[in-house]
């Protein structure tokens, strides 16, 4: 069971269990953590992006990807394309198990929170202000910025002035904290397809109680977003760096 697929099928599932698990602990009535803020979300989700990384690697996966976005622009940049639907599947089965088990979790406190769309919101993300373009540009961006960067993090130029190596899942898991406080206000910074879409399918499918609707209205924008993101920042790296 030691293989990229299972590597990355792992590692999404830490990060949604203990990303989805901090929107929940702030989010849900009776939780310890409840109303702790937008601080405890963003480092929460750098800690689980750091914890998926770690977990992703060390069951098979040295990319460490945990993101069809990322997936994907690796492609662009590489032009090897074989697997990645493959791999799509990973992240994506690997996000829904992570939710799951979030959900059983927090098994007593979904009956003790009136508020459906703030269940929702536990499991994926929607737009402060609704506004279509706004809200898929915030995801272009957010996802763009995250390639950018993390091909930045592991460029010779840097690798060769530091020990990137070691350091690099906590750099990326800084990364995205980053992203989070400064970029995330908007729409909940998903710049992630399978961290949106498979916690939304698990919702959609889990008998929550009072759980409302999925709003698939605004599905596709969490998912579209970030892979365009992902290739714009992987087209700029490739035609700016031959590495």
């Known amino acids: 069971m030691h293989s990229v697929w299972f590597g990355e099928f792992m590692g999404t599932l830490v990060l949604v269990l203990l990303g989805n698990g901090v929107n929940a602990g702030v989010t849900l009535r009776k939780s310890y953590a409840a109303d702790s803020g937008w601080i405890v979300v963003a480092t929460g989700w750098a800690l689980a992006v750091l914890c998926g990384v770690l977990v992703a690697q060390g069951f098979g996966s040295p990319g460490a990807a945990l993101n069809p976005a990322i997936t994907l622009a690796s492609a662009v940049r590489t032009g090897k394309f074989d697997g990645v639907l493959w791999i799509w599947l990973a992240q994506l089965l ?43 540009f915030s995801e272009v961006l957010g996802t763009a910025l995250l390639v950018l960067v993390a091909g930045a993090i592991f460029s010779p130029g840097v ?85």
């Open 94 to 136: 690997g996000a829904m198990c992570g939710a799951t088990l979030m959900t059983l979790h927090y098994a007593p406190h979904w009956s003790k929170t009136p508020d459906a769309a703030a269940k929702l919101g536990v499991f994926c993300t929607g737009p402060a202000v609704r506004s279509p373009l706004a809200n898929l």
């Open 159 to 243: 690798a060769e002035h530091g020990p990137v190596a070691g350091l690099g899942p906590l750099l990326v898991g800084s990364l995205v904290w980053g992203i989070g406080l400064s970029l995330g206000g908007t729409t909940g910074y998903a710049i992630n397809p399978a961290r949106d879409l498979g916690p939304r399918l698990t919702h959609f499918l889990l008998p929550i109680p009072g759980k409302g609707g999925s709003n698939w209205r605004y599905a596709p924008i969490p998912v579209i977003g970030p892979l365009l993101g992902g290739v714009l920042a992987a087209l700029l790296l490739r035609a700016t760096h031959p590495w």
